[in-house]
Nanobody, 123 residues
Framework: QLHFVESGGGLVQPGGSLRLSCAAS????????IGWFRQAPGKEREGVSC????????NYADSVKGRFTISRDNAKNTVYLQMNSLKPEDTAVYYC????????????????WGQGTQVTVSS
């Protein structure tokens, strides 16, 4: 079954950084736009960022602009989300998924969801 494997989450203090990875399993992500999403307890899944298939276009939710950076390495079949200046409100399970176009907020239209990686920002 085609899906992504997310990793890199953990517990970090406010103001800290994490880099999440999203690796494609059993398919190449070269021709897909990739989106990062997050879901906090009791809340709906929300779009965080996305990147086009070439990497030439990116998009960010207002809540993370200037703090998060999405990138991709097609040779490694992996997409990354660098998260800096983390805040307690960034606490959530983070997921990645694929679509034809980089579009937010999603998650409608995205597919190949993984199990997610937990990010907890707390002192």
């Amino acid at each position: 079954q085609l899906h992504f494997v997310e990793s890199g989450g953990g517990l970090v203090q406010p103001g800290g950084s994490l880099r999440l990875s999203c690796a494609a399993s059993r398919f190449t992500l070269d021709y897909y736009a990739i989106g990062w999403f997050r879901q906090a307890p009791g809340k709906e899944r929300e779009g965080v960022s996305c990147i086009s298939d070439s990497g030439g276009s990116t998009n960010y939710a207002d809540s993370v602009k200037g703090r998060f950076t999405i990138s991709r390495d097609n040779a490694k079949n992996t997409v990354y989300l660098q998260m800096n200046s983390l805040k307690p409100e960034d606490t959530a399970v983070y997921y990645c998924a694929a679509d034809i176009l980089c579009r937010l907020p999603g998650p409608q239209g995205y597919d190949y969801w993984g199990q997610g990686t937990q990010v907890t920002v707390s002192s």
